[in-house]
């Protein structure tokens, strides 16, 4: 059985820095694709941002520029760097990935990112 577990999160004020961090753990071959999605209250899951094993990254347009997606292969943890936070990112944020061989996606459960004064 294979676990995502984030940690960090919390609450921030507008303009400021937090980190989340998720690391996988279970029997898998290797991790193809990691990346953070998020769900603010009343809306759908969208993608945040995702780097693959080869090191290419993802982002959306609304993160271009505030946020960093990184990876470390020999602890099969991924992390999200964000800096100069909105309240519009407030929200859930979960960590996905694509185990291989067999292109399986897991979910972490979340954790949350309040931006706020």
């Known amino acids: 059985q294979v676990q995502l577990v984030e940690s960090g999160g919390g609450l921030v004020q507008p303009g400021g820095s937090l980190g989340v961090s998720c690391a996988a753990s279970?029997?898998?071959?290797?991790?193809?694709?990691m990346g953070w999605y998020r769900q603010a209250p009343g809306k759908e899951r969208e993608l945040v941002a995702q780097?693959?094993?080869?090191?290419?990254?993802k982002y959306a347009d609304s993160v271009k520029g505030r946020f960093t997606i990184s990876r470390d292969n020999a602890k099969n943890t991924v992390y999200l760097q964000m800096n100069n936070l909105k309240p519009v990112d407030t929200a859930v944020y979960y960590c996905?990935?694509?185990?291989?061989?067999?292109?399986?996606?897991?979910w972490g459960k979340g954790t949350l990112v309040t931006v706020s004064s």
């Open positions: 279970g029997s898998f071959f290797s991790i193809n694709a």
């Open positions: 780097i693959r094993l080869d090191g290419s990254t």
């Open positions: 996905r990935a694509e185990l291989l061989p067999r292109h399986i996606v897991v």
